[in-house]
């Protein structure tokens, strides 16, 4: 999965890059393509950051407790590694789902009519 998170984050930053190009706006069609490319990718740059992050924090929350001997510091640190560990499953979730396949038929519009019925078959 974070292989897969890895290249998700590689390609964003090239959509940036080709983004920051003037001469991309010469060109609509590719330059809206990249942008509907790039906003779809950001969410999950987004919580994978948020994701790398918490993980870091958690690896220095578990030194303290590790290292620290001041009693007041290790009880702050326990409280907090419980925080952190339950953000980190929130975040892996959020990531599997965000990382599961879009289907094409999204993007598509649709119409709706609705009408009045007085019963019967209509209703």
Not at 14 to 24: C, H, R, T
Request: net charge negative; no cysteine; hydrophobic share 35%.
């Amino acid at each position: 999965m974070f292989d897969k998170l890895e290249e998700v984050v590689k390609r964003y930053d090239k959509l940036n890059e080709k983004l920051a190009d003037p001469s991309i706006y010469d060109k609509q069609k590719e330059f809206k393509a990249v942008s509907s490319e790039k906003s779809s990718l950001e969410a999950i740059v987004e919580n994978y950051l948020k994701y790398k992050k918490v993980k870091s924090d958690l690896e220095d929350t578990k030194d303290i407790l590790k290292n620290e001997k001041d009693e007041e510091l290790r009880s702050m640190a326990k409280e907090e590694l419980s925080e952190l560990d339950s953000k980190i499953s929130e975040l892996e979730e959020k990531l599997k789902v965000l990382l599961l396949p879009k289907d094409p038929l999204d993007d598509k519009n649709v119409m709706i009519e609705i009408r009045a019925g007085a019963g019967g078959n209509e209703a």
